[in-house]
Nanobody, 125 residues
Framework: QVQLVESGGGSVQAGGSLRLSCTAS????????MGWFRQGPGKGREGVSC????????YYVDSVKGRFTISRDNAKNTLYLQMNSLKPEDTAMYYC??????????????????WGQGTQVTVSS
C-alpha cells in the first residue's frame, strides 16, 4: 500500500523556520519526481516546490524563492522542505506528492500519482 506521510508542520512567528518531511512507503521513489503543494484558507491548491528524481532539477514558486529549499534522500524515500523567513502568507496545509512526470508536477497539482494527507503550517505576525 502506497503511503506518503508528512511531518514537521507547526506554529511559528514570522521570520521563523520549519523543516517539513515526507516519507514514502509501499514503493521506491526512484524515478519519481516529488513535490510540495499548499492550500491556504479559502484558496486553491498551489505548487510550492518540486524536485526531479535525480535531484538535478528543482522548481520554486516565485513567492518562496530564496526562502525555501527542497531536497530529497532517495535511500530513505524521504522528501524535505526547509522553510526559512516564514511569512503569515505561508500559512497553509502543506501536501507532499509524487509523480512519474516532473514536468506535469511543475505544471500544477493535477492528476498526480500519489498524495499525502498534509501537515499544517501556521505563521503568526
Amino acid at each position: 500500500q502506497v503511503q506518503l506521510v508528512e511531518s514537521g508542520g507547526g506554529s511559528v512567528q514570522a521570520g521563523g523556520s520549519l523543516r517539513l518531511s515526507c516519507t514514502a512507503s509501499g514503493f521506491a521513489c526512484d524515478g519519481y519526481a516529488m513535490g510540495w503543494f499548499r492550500q491556504g484558507p479559502g484558496k486553491g491548491r498551489e505548487g510550492v516546490s518540486c524536485i526531479s528524481w535525480t535531484g538535478y532539477e528543482t522548481y520554486y514558486v516565485d513567492s518562496v524563492k530564496g526562502r525555501f529549499t527542497i531536497s530529497r534522500d532517495n535511500a530513505k524515500n524521504t522528501l524535505y522542505l526547509q522553510m526559512n523567513s516564514l511569512k503569515p502568507e505561508d500559512t497553509a496545509m502543506y501536501y507532499c506528492a509524487v509523480d512519474r512526470n516532473y514536468a506535469r508536477m511543475v505544471a500544477g497539482p493535477f492528476d498526480l500519482n500519489y498524495w499525502g494527507q498534509g501537515t499544517q503550517v501556521t505563521v503568526s505576525s
